[in-house]
């Protein structure tokens, strides 16, 4: 299983950015994919869900109405729409899947927002 995160960046607040996660070894469209983040000093928190067939997803209250978690199967990739970026999600984030019982994670990929 490999999942590799891209498209961060620095942005200014209230920018936007789409995160991307490519990936591979195991069979895509069978599995839930979730984003979570990590902000320096902090612990790693959930961010958003989708569900394998992609119909049903739920986010952290932080970032209700402002993220958007969606799938393409035929890329095998999930992506997080980030819009109305606030100084608060400075942080790196992360895609991963429960997979056989484990855990997997990308490198992640830095957000940072800031003026």
């Known amino acids: 299983v490999q999942l590799a995160e891209s498209g961060?960046?620095?942005v200014q607040p209230g920018g936007s950015l789409r995160l991307s996660c490519a990936a591979s070894g195991f069979t895509f469209s069978t599995y839930g994919m979730?984003?979570?983040r990590q902000a320096p000093g902090k612990e790693r928190e959930?961010?958003?869900h989708i569900s394998s067939a992609g119909d049903t997803t739920y986010y952290a209250d932080?970032?209700?109405g402002r993220f958007t978690i969606s799938r393409d199967t035929a890329e095998n990739t999930?992506?997080?729409q980030m819009n109305s970026l606030k100084f608060e999600d400075t942080a790196v984030?992360?895609?991963t899947v429960l997979?056989?019982?484990r855990r997997y994670w990308g490198q992640g990929t830095q957000v940072t927002v800031s003026s």
Request: hydrophobic share 45%; proline share 0%; with cysteine.
């Open 78 to 80: 999930a992506y997080l």
């Open 62 to 64: 932080s970032v209700m």
């Open 8 to 10: 961060g960046g620095l």
């Open 93 to 95: 984030y992360y895609c």
């Open 99 to 101: 997979y056989s019982g």
């Open 34 to 36: 979730r984003w979570y």
């Open 46 to 48: 959930f961010v958003a």
